[in-house]
């Protein structure tokens, strides 16, 4: 023991700095500022998790989003990617966050400063697709399309994406014979070519509902432009020189570093919507494992509901897979909500992790995120009261403490403000920057 | 701090052509992890050793310089039976507000707490507050 430390019962100041203050750094994942000031983190594990953010609308579940996406890339160095960003609200996450008010809270509890998180916009292509080149001017992007052997190999799948009515019954075997062929293509017009010199009845006698059928199926899936057959600016897969790396887009963006933002804008009102969701949440899911030996994946969905409604949509189904067998793929699943009630059972029905409960006011989704993690009536009455900013948190497992020397576990629900995001934010950090 | 590892810029299409919409624009970021930092002293506290004075004379002697203050309310704002003050201990160095009294006695039922090992003071009593039974803590 020091002198300084022996005599400070007379006083602070005859302690050494370097005895008196101590520096400690989270490994966790801070998540909220609890009532009694502690800070309450999300524990880092050796297993995936997966957490839904439910809540009314700009009540700030997409801050919280923004602010656990870049702790999990920046902090726990896994790999993040943003499933769908319907109103092109991630275009900001790119910058420093710019609010004062918001990095002087971030300074003062946590003692960090403004960072972006490093996204790169990913366009799934589509015949009404319009990019906006100045906004883009400093940002990455890309645009995307649909492998053609992917779509060849589960046509059925792809064309009642663009015809929900369609039924290829017995005449997917005719398809089925042509694959190889067809997978060769390089253009619409060779396509049309196989399929006219392939299919029976070129005779025009025979076989003519069938191949009317196949032709028309085909004609509407490359009128939406989402397959890889002529464009040279839009990219099935791509590949990386260092380590040696051919995949889907998404996986390749992953591994060069970044944090992919599909924005799926476009894709608003298109049939095929939930096939390409599906598409690519299977191509990380599937071949997480083969891709990134030992690392964690995480998937991110701002307002879910724009993803999937019900059990029948294909990416239900796809993120439903992810949040059953998540945990064996090391694929994490994270997603935002206003409708916690609406989420499908498929998706649901593995237990979540954590759950953020921004102020709501239906009386149904509170009954429903009670009945999940088992809240007492208490809790669920302070749900209604929240301010902005401020959260339930709750948990299937347990949170981790910190506070002063202290830090310890539990697993009740907790009230708190959230964190503020190290990136900046859509319109939010706009505004405030303006005052 | 941490430099940020991307390289999107070496991403290239199967034909080995480079990707002119990837900027590298992410070098020069740093980040720093979430830490704070705690004083050591600022919550060290010894285990309580408290001791109860029901007449205000041991106070000075353990050094405590507080007066026991008492302001007079009307019947409605009243949350006790035939209570007609609510008290409170100031430091006697500080001004007392208008309409406020001195008592030089401890109200009956009332009570001064000492903690002696982390020389610190307070009141006890029904007539402190509605729903608290003793006034914050005074360091001495």
């Known amino acids: ?435 | 701090m941490d430099n940020l590892p991307t390289n999107v810029s070496d991403i290239m299409d199967l034909e080995g052509n480079k990707i002119n919409s990837f900027k590298e624009s992410f070098i020069e970021v740093e980040y720093l992890k979430p830490n704070f930092i705690f004083d050591e002293l600022g919550k060290k506290e010894r285990p309580s050793d408290i001791k109860v004075l029901q007449h205000p004379y041991g106070v000075e002697d353990v050094g405590a310089k507080v007066n026991i203050i008492a302001v007079k309310i009307d019947v409605k704002s009243a949350w006790a039976k035939r209570q007609r003050y609510v008290y409170y201990i100031k430091p006697t160095n500080q001004r007392i507000e208008k309409g406020a009294t001195v008592k030089k006695v401890i109200p009956i039922n009332h009570q001064i707490e000492i903690d002696i090992a982390n020389r610190k003071i307070r009141l006890a009593g029904p007539h402190i507050h509605p729903n608290k039974k003793e006034t914050d803590w005074i360091y001495l």
């Open chain 1, 1 to 435: 023991m020091t002198l300084g430390k022996s005599l400070s019962f007379l006083g602070k100041s005859f302690v050494d700095d370097k005895d008196r203050f101590k520096k400690i750094i989270i490994e966790d994942l801070p998540v909220l500022l609890c009532e009694d000031g502690s800070i309450c983190c999300i524990p880092k594990g050796t297993e995936v998790f997966s957490s839904a953010i439910a809540g009314g609308s700009g009540t700030g579940k997409t801050l919280l989003a923004n602010r656990m996406i870049s702790g999990l890339y920046w902090q726990w160095k896994v790999n993040v990617a943003i499933l769908n960003d319907v109103s092109e609200e991630t275009y900001k996450w790119s910058e420093p966050m710019s609010c004062k008010e918001f990095n002087n809270f971030n300074k003062c509890y946590l003692n960090q400063t403004p960072v972006p998180s490093p996204l790169t916009y990913v366009y799934p292509n589509t015949n009404t697709l319009e990019l906006d080149r100045e906004k883009l001017k400093t940002k990455s992007y890309v645009r995307v399309v649909m492998p053609f052997k992917e779509v060849v190999n589960n046509l059925q799948f792809y064309l009642a994406g663009v015809n929900r009515d369609f039924e290829l019954g017995k005449s997917g075997s005719y398809v089925s014979l042509l694959s190889e062929e067809l997978a060769e293509c390089e253009s619409p017009s060779q396509v049309k070519e196989v399929l006219n010199s392939g299919l029976p009845g070129s005779d025009g006698k025979s076989f003519q509902a069938m191949r009317i059928k196949i032709l028309t199926a085909f004609e509407n899936l490359l009128k939406e432009e989402i397959l890889d057959v002529t464009n040279p600016e839009c990219h099935a897969y791509l590949r990386l020189h260092k380590p040696k790396f051919i995949s889907n887009p998404l996986s390749v963006l992953m591994k060069a570093g970044a944090i992919p933002s599909l924005v799926t804008s476009d894709l608003v009102g298109k049939k095929y919507k939930g096939e390409i969701f599906s598409y690519f949440i299977n191509a990380i899911f599937e071949n997480n494992t083969e891709d990134f030996p030992g690392e964690q994946t995480y998937l991110f969905f701002d307002e879910l509901k724009d993803v999937c409604e019900s059990d029948a949509d294909s990416s239900a189904r796809a993120i439903g897979r992810v949040a059953q067998r998540g945990r064996i793929k090391n694929v994490g699943l994270i997603y935002a909500t206003q409708f916690y009630s609406k989420i499908p059972k498929s998706v649901k029905g593995a237990k979540l992790n954590y759950c953020f409960a921004f102020q709501h006011s239906d009386s149904k989704i509170i009954d429903e995120i009670g009945r999940d993690f088992d809240l007492e009536r208490d809790v669920k009455k302070q749900i209604k009261t929240l301010k902005k900013f401020e959260v339930i948190g709750m948990t299937n497992t347990h949170f981790v403490f910190y506070r002063g020397r202290e830090k310890w576990i539990d697993d009740k629900p907790v009230r708190g403000q959230i964190f503020f995001p190290l990136a900046n934010h859509h319109h939010l950090g706009e505004e405030k920057n303006e005052k």
